[in-house]
């Protein structure tokens, strides 16, 4: 059986669909491969990571109809496997390659309207838990250590505390933290991580938390990943002080950390975080909202905290500037992108995906992305928002124009912002770190799938 390095795989196209017949069937796969020298998982997009084994990471999955796709990393090589009716068949991607009868690089369109890019009866390629899997223990230690924090300062907090914590979330800014000081320390060579990038994640965590209860208060939340929140168990003022105090400890153990440059950083997010909510405010209903607009509050809102802190994480690694400004733009990208998508899922999916209604932001008058794409196509939208859904039906029509009319176009922008989030990783070591940040990337855009 033939192999073929990652690097050409990688650099004949972004993406490869491969197809093989046998019989009357046919079946689309993707294959991935990495950039840079070291190992990348290849092979199906509708997958769950089977097993490791030493270096070799089997994918397994199935596209139902009797095909199924795998691929296996070992060292350097890349090695495709489809299984069509039970019956194994393991071209390489070398010999795909060669073959146009088995291998064509997609169209944009292609890619759009393929049905490898979506997850079948739930079964995707990107794992949360596998991703989060080498800086497991660093987050149980860090949400031990956050809810001792706020119990012992004040008790009067802890059952709010409890729910903060408690309410479900995959903790992704505290993950990429510790992954990418992880990364990093594995860069410089260094035999662990450092006590003060493990404060930043619990600093990033209780910042993020904090804005939460703040924007749940604002917006009148009843519910967020499908619990109750805070300011509807508690009350207004336990929730706004929760927050107040998350915010208040957080910039006190930043000023600890004793590092300038990421007192600086870490600084700006919170002002970033007012002048997003500011804006965001001053825009409702307002249908002349731009891209531009929407993209630099999505900056402010949601992106400058995890630029920020995957900044800071290497920033205690203390690794060239490069390294630091790539770390940035790759929190920075995987933030917007990881923006756009969740505006997507507001009109996509249903309340109970959710855990909160659909088609909340366009309701309040908060106009995002597809939301500004369907505008230039339909100008009924336009009539429906200015007038603030007089009508019963009017919301429901809006969303069903913005899935008809924005989706796609904002579905694009998503993957433009997480293709220049895997480019910033370019000078990451390879290793279990490296494929988690980029498998992080993959996690966000097949949610839209």
Not at 60 to 70: A, C, D, R
Not at 132 to 158: F, W, Y
Request: hydrophobic share 45%; glycine share 8%.
């Amino acid at each position: 059986m033939m192999t073929a390095t990652a690097p050409r795989a990688w650099a004949a196209a972004r993406f490869a669909v491969a197809s093989t017949t046998a019989g009357e069937g046919r079946m689309t796969a993707r294959a991935r491969a990495n950039p840079g020298e070291g190992s990348r998982p290849a092979g199906g997009r509708v997958a769950r990571w089977g097993a490791r084994v030493g270096n070799a990471r089997w994918v397994n999955g199935g596209v139902g109809g009797g095909f199924s796709v795998g691929g296996a990393v070992n060292g350097n090589k890349v090695v495709a496997a489809v299984a069509v009716n039970g019956k194994a068949s393991r071209p390489s991607i070398d010999e795909m390659d060669m073959d146009p009868e088995h291998v064509k690089f997609a169209s944009q369109d292609e890619l759009d309207n393929s049905a490898a890019m979506m997850c079948k009866d739930g079964v995707c390629s990107y794992v949360i838990d596998d991703i989060t899997a080498p800086v497991q223990s660093d987050m149980e230690q860090m949400r031990s250590n956050i809810l001792d924090i706020v119990g012992r300062k004040n008790p009067l907090l802890l059952a709010a505390a409890d729910q903060i914590f408690g309410a479900g979330g995959k903790r992704l800014r505290p993950v990429l933290v510790f992954l990418v000081a992880r990364a990093t320390a594995q860069l410089m060579d260094m035999d662990d991580i450092t006590e003060r990038q493990r404060r930043l994640a619990e600093i990033t965590e209780m910042i993020h938390t904090a804005s939460l209860v703040h924007d749940d208060v604002l917006d009148d939340c009843d519910t967020r990943r499908g619990a109750e929140t805070i300011h509807t168990l508690y009350g207004t003022r336990v929730a706004i002080l929760a927050g107040d105090f998350l915010f208040a400890q957080s910039s006190w153990y930043l000023a600890n950390l004793d590092n300038l440059e990421v007192i600086k950083l870490i600084s700006q997010v919170i002002a970033d975080f007012a002048d997003g909510e500011i804006s965001q405010a001053g825009a409702l209903f307002n249908c002349d909202v731009t891209l531009e607009g929407y993209l630099e509050k999505s900056h402010n809102k949601t992106a400058s905290l995890i630029a920020a802190s995957c900044k800071s994480a290497a920033v205690f690694s203390e690794v060239s500037e490069d390294v630091k400004m790539d770390m940035y733009e790759y929190g920075k990208h995987l933030g917007l992108a990881f923006q756009i998508v969740d505006d997507i899922l507001d009109f996509t999916q249903s309340e109970a995906q959710l855990g909160k209604p659909k088609g909340q932001d366009l309701a309040s008058g908060n106009l995002t992305a597809p939301c500004i794409f369907a505008l230039g196509r339909d100008p009924r939208l336009r009539e429906l928002i200015e007038t603030r859904f007089a009508k019963p039906e009017d919301l429901a029509e809006a969303i069903e124009i913005v899935n008809e009319s924005g989706i796609e176009d904002a579905r694009r922008m998503a993957r433009e912002e997480a293709d220049q989030a895997l480019a910033a990783l370019k000078g990451l070591p390879e290793g279990e770190a490296k494929t988690s940040l980029v498998d992080m990337v993959g996690y966000v855009l097949e949610r839209l799938y």
